[in-house]
């Protein structure tokens, strides 16, 4: 995975040859590529159609699609596990509910993530063995030092909590996969502001259902 390391705009391994508001163009375009395609289908010059440059301009910023992908990974997971780590500084292990509110707001912000995670999860190999290692197990980590003590599940069988967590995350992606169905099955835009309340709300009456002794 070693070629698949990610070089940011602006460090000093980055060349520098092309403005950095192209490079910005670029992750865009590779976000969208990525979310409707997954990592296997798509192309540099899917990428390179969308902003309008030759396929050969993007090396001048990335080193090939793997690194790309990482690029466009990092900058969505990136904030997501910064969220995470503010949460646990500030109040390890105390309250669940602003943590769910965080994500799905997160989702809402960034729908073409969850799309790029269902495709990885699908395809598997490496695009699924990038994300797992630099990003999910981070994020399970995080998780799990977020996680209520007082979980009635919990409580009753410890070993329970990694099923609890991956069960709350799996309802966020799913509704943020789902997205496009659930607008025309609830009349309602999902990531609008009404919808993530209303989905922020459900998943936290849940959550206090699962606390309840």
Same mark, same amino acid.
């Given at each position: 995975?070693?070629?698949?390391?990610?070089?940011?705009?602006?460090?000093?391994?980055?060349?520098?040859?092309?403005?950095?508001?192209? +490079?910005?163009? #670029?992750?865009?375009? @590779?976000?969208?590529?990525?979310?409707? %395609?997954?990592?296997?289908? =798509?192309? $540099? /010059?899917?990428?390179?159609?969308?902003?309008?440059?030759?396929?050969?301009?993007?090396?001048?910023?990335?080193?090939?699609?793997?690194?790309?992908?990482?690029?466009?990974?990092?900058?969505?997971?990136?904030?997501?596990?910064?969220?995470?780590?503010?949460?646990?500084?500030?109040?390890?292990?105390?309250?669940?509910?602003?943590?769910? +509110?965080?994500? #799905?707001?997160?989702? @809402?912000?960034?729908?073409?993530?969850? %799309?790029?995670?269902?495709? =990885?999860? $699908? /395809?598997?190999?490496?695009?699924?063995?990038?994300?797992?290692?630099?990003?999910?197990?981070?994020?399970?980590?995080?998780?799990?030092?977020?996680?209520?003590?007082?979980?009635?599940?919990?409580?009753?069988?410890?070993?329970?909590?990694?099923?609890?967590?991956?069960?709350?995350?799996?309802?966020?992606?799913?509704?943020?996969?789902? +997205?496009?169905?659930?607008?025309?099955?609830?009349?309602?835009?999902?990531?609008?502001?009404?919808?993530?309340?209303?989905?922020?709300?459900?998943?936290?009456?849940?959550?206090?259902?699962?606390?309840?002794?």
């Amino acid at each position: 995975m070693n070629d698949c390391q990610l070089v940011i705009p602006g460090s000093p391994a980055y060349p520098g040859r092309v403005p950095k508001h192209t +490079a910005e163009r #670029i992750l865009d375009a @590779a976000e969208e590529v990525f979310a409707e %395609r997954g990592f296997d289908a =798509a192309s $540099l /010059g899917d990428v390179a159609d969308r902003v309008g440059i030759r396929p050969q301009a993007i090396y001048n910023h990335f080193s090939g699609k793997r690194e790309l992908y990482a690029a466009v990974l990092e900058r969505l997971l990136g904030p997501f596990l910064a969220l995470l780590d503010e949460a646990v500084v500030a109040a390890e292990g105390s309250d669940a509910a602003a943590t769910v +509110a965080r994500d #799905i707001a997160f989702h @809402a912000r960034n729908p073409h993530l969850a %799309r790029i995670l269902q495709y =990885a999860t $699908l /395809g598997g190999g490496e695009p699924l063995e990038l994300i797992q290692e630099r990003w999910y197990r981070p994020f399970f980590e995080r998780a799990l030092r977020l996680a209520p003590e007082k979980n009635a599940i919990v409580q009753k069988n410890p070993a329970l909590l990694p099923w609890v967590i991956s069960g709350f995350h799996s309802l966020i992606l799913g509704y943020a996969t789902l +997205a496009p169905l659930h607008r025309e099955l609830l009349g309602i835009d999902p990531f609008s502001a009404e919808g993530v309340a209303r989905q922020t709300e459900f998943l936290q009456e849940l959550l206090q259902l699962l606390n309840q002794e």
